[in-house]
């Protein structure tokens, strides 16, 4: 039986546990100030072909957000996002809590923004100022949470507004190594113009590590303190910059970003023309969500098979995650429960 | 040479690690909906001999505190701490930022408070309403910042004022294994009073693993929300629920707490004639505060040990922290070169 | 020359001044342990029929929504609302402040909310916890920010649905007396389930003065602390409270709240056949919102009328808003201008 | 019988009231785009000889503060204050809420905080970052809390202190006049070194209202948001202003502190001599700190003379307060009872 509730479930890549088990040697001065962490910077510099980037290592997606965009506004400024971000829906309102500030949600085809999404949001809230929160902030998240992927040239569209409204581009990269494996192309084309990505580790073969990595030198200035404030600074840094650097290491964060994004599509291509099935979004990373005839369904649950519902897309809307961790096998044997 | 710098320098003990690589087959819930996560809820009412404690693993200390106090005041309330606390000085202003409440620092010797050095506090506070914030919670550290210890009976006369007042009780127990080992005592005794521990795994052999241990039930309610909104909620839970189980099974964190004391003692044995040397405080646990010459402690450093000086008690104060980890030849070592 | 451009921009009504001037003379306890205030008490138990109600006096009317909604959520919890209600838009992100929490707005016919345009909403974020903000409080805005105004059947709708799912009512009467007035009947049923008021009088005549009522008692407990900490707790507080009184006195709001929509239907029915005039939103209160030809706009600027834009809904929109000043001069002046 | 409760229990001064019964007349615009708010700025600057401060009326002495202090730190920063300053001890946590941050309270005789007093915090704190919120902000009260009040030399100390080390200076004016009365200079001198002025009106014959003269104007950026996000923007703002411009009119705010500092001077000469009443801090404002005798204490709350028993300072300490409306016989009054 297959299991996609999510790329949660899915264990820690063995290179990542081995990498832990490598660096458990002696002390280590705590909070980042250890040799691994000191390592990351330069790797994830050369990775993104940034040379000024500093990178925060962190153990959670959630705060991982919460603090680059915490570190981007005032409290009497908002953030710009599509409305089905995590960040807007899926938080519990950490974002408010760690920024102060409000969150904007706004609609967009499969879950992504676009300047005509935003269309005169900005200049319309200017022109009311100060009644009307401050925008600072377009926060997209890449591959979005409807499993599409914005392509260089929607990005490319997304920060030349930004620039030229005085916005940041904040990037939730939850799942970037999906977007990177779907683009199949330089990592650093996939952030050209990003000010903070937070770049997710967790759902792609990591224990619980996430970082952000600041593109826009200006923004390292006091992260330090916006990291620690929020109980997100490691005292063993350590243990959590290992876990990243090992999925960095011979890019194996793309390898399994690829391997999960081509079991996403062997089960759209198996399950596209069966009778009763519907596609909600194009399946361009790890997410494909679907409708299912509800004896589909029941069955695949009955037999063991794990995923969710998806009721805010209709009663018969399921969501299907893959992971790093998903096999041929378990692919073959839901579609043949299907 | 030997590390006395932090007890965070420290590595991961064997028994966390072989439990990191133990859990790591296959797919398990997110969320803390695994059956490590459950498992080590049993196991912590059995420690604690308290039936109806709910755990949540969370990934850091500071956090941990906050989450407690955060669940326990409203934000126009106050917690009452000794002035040298984790919580007053250490975190960066995460305890109001969590709470959105005040802390209210106060003295008393040894960094412990006393019912004495609350004295009529909280009537007078509560007499000025509603112009300041209402005392809710006393927040005791154990062991303290500066390595000494709460007897059970200064704990009884603490939680007796707390009830009488209205009042909660949080333990910081970032060294509790440290407390319960030197009071060699059943460790229900020690949180006897307690309505919220903030049990300490990651100072005590564990790679990032702390849990706010709910033993007055009502608290329970919310938390949750509590837990995911601040960033700790860990989506692969397992992995820090696996650390906790391994430092309580067969009592790993008292055997580790009683070492890393024992080597305290004996730093202090090897110290205390010596001529120019002072204590600063009771070395009761795993943290000494002394005075050393200023040719001394130049020497230790110039001979690689580590630790840190402690300019707040004077220019001639050192603090030096053992671990689970610090070994006979270390503390040799150091005295020889003292 | 008219002028339309809000409510706000009207003087204070002879008798609040009166009140004001009334009130000054001699020593009085401070911060509401007045006379004044304490009689402000029962007059609004009386006005609403609420012998349990408290009302607490405050200074502006963003902060008394604010206040309310923090004392209805925990900071894990939401609060729903229209997408145009001046919490979401026009407060800039002082509700989110004020209460920790998050604002979700819900789309709706007129600016009005109703237990469809909430739908399943609140079961499938419980379903989902603790990933996303409870919903606790259900905040209507009366009359609305487009000039119309719920009807006692749907209140009471609303209110029941609220009560099932145990929801709190809030209800933002910044406009509350035009709301009473229209509806033509008892205060009392414009209240009815309703947990806190925010009671307008800025709006209607008085110089600074709106007050939170707490018609739910649970709600009064601490509501002074929640008060004091947001800088709304009057130290004179008897001269917010006179002009409360004098609005009461005789039900002088309602007779204004009256007066203002009498100007606004008069307004209406002097607009409405024009050529090219049209209009967007029934007129229920004291507000307007129209379409004009550019020509038309332009000639009733250039005239020294004065009037907002409205282009979210579009380039032609206008607002027209009157008050207890408006005079019928300033409405034949305008209309004979258009 | 003598009321020295506070001198927030005194009525407004008749011009205040004039003043206000000036302004109503027509319309104005809103939110402080009216000509008495422009004319308020203009009077400001020439008043403290500071031709770009920018000034924001506000509705409340704890509220302009926060605002003053939030415009100042970002949350992971702290505010130093005397331990027994308002902002610390009287405002619920406002402080805190408004900014995020951290307030840290400093021990000095009568309430004042000098160079000696802030020693090496500052040092040692940035020693230690990111783990302790980073000094921002030295809080100063004028006149304080124990009726004393700052020398030009000491302020001059205190802002040289803040200039080299990067933190603003804050005053705290709600009893400015008091000081400014006190010192016998010009207003100008007092405020020099200051970035943000709260200055006070309330306590001084206004009805309600303070305001925030920003002296630094790199500071005035984005201030107007800062203002109105925390329910601090007044609608109506003509009628704030107004007060506060007849205080400045000829003086009278300076007269009106005058008067009240000779008040005090006269109790506190009629008191001086007496068997069994001692004082407790210099008299230089308007507020008297006094031991007395029980049974003195008692006669005079026996025959209606109000003032408060000032518990932390002893259990035979009292408080006096005189303000602008105190009158000879109220004094003669109270000493003939004495």
Redesign the interface.
């Known amino acids: 039986m297959a ?1 996609f ?2 790329d ?5 890549h063995p290179k990542v ?1 081995q990498a ?2 490598d660096v ?8 980042g100030n250890d040799v691994v962490t000191e390592q990351l910077q330069q790797t994830f510099r050369t990775v993104f072909k940034a040379p000024d980037a500093r990178v925060f290592p962190v ?5 991982c957000n ?1 603090l680059a965009l915490a570190r981007m506004i ?5 953030i710009l996002c599509h409305q089905q971000a995590h960040i807007n ?6 974002p ?3 920024t ?4 904007v ?1 706004l609609s967009g085809d499969h879950a992504k923004l676009s300047v005509a999404s935003i269309g ?1 949001l900005v200049e ?1 809230t200017l022109e ?7 925008p600072r902030v377009i926060s997209l998240t890449q591959s979005t949470e409807l499993g599409t992927v914005y392509s260089l040239s929607e990005l490319a569209d997304l920060s030349a507004f930004a620039r030229a409204h005085g916005l940041y581009i904040h990037m939730d990269g939850a799942r970037i190594a999906n977007a990177v494996a779907s683009l199949n192309c330089d990592p650093a084309k996939v952030v050209a113009g990003v000010d903070i990505l937070s770049f997710g580790g ?2 792609n073969g990591a ?2 590590a996430e970082a952000a990595v600041i593109l826009n030198p200006a923004l390292a200035e ?1 992260f ?13 840094a350590r ?2 910059s290992a876990q990243l650097q090992a999925l960095l290491d011979d890019d194996l964060w793309i390898t399994l970003g690829r391997h999960a994004n081509a079991m996403a599509m062997a089960l759209r291509d198996g399950l596209i023309d069966r009778a009763g099935v519907g596609l909600l979004h194009p399946v361009e990373a790890n997410e494909l969500f679907v409708t299912l005839p509800k004896v589909t369904a029941d069955r695949l649950f009955a037999r063991g098979h ?1 995923f969710y519902p998806w ?2 897309a209709g009663a018969d809307a399921y969501r299907l995650v893959t992971s790093f ?1 998903t096999t041929d096998d378990e692919v073959a044997a839901f579609l043949a429960d299907c």
Chains 1, 2, 3, 4 share one sequence.
């Open positions: 299991n509730a999510s949660n479930t899915a264990p820690v546990l832990l088990n458990n040697a002696g002390n280590a001065p705590a909070y153990f959670n997606g959630s705060a919460g005032r409290p009497y400024e908002s829906n899926d938080e519990c309102g950490l408010e809590f760690f102060g500030g409000k969150i949600g005169s319309q009311h100022a100060p009644h009307t929160s401050r967790t759902k224990m619980l006091d330090a303190y916006v990291h620690k404030r929020a109980g997100q600074l490691p005292s063993k243990y959590v794990r009721p805010n961790a």
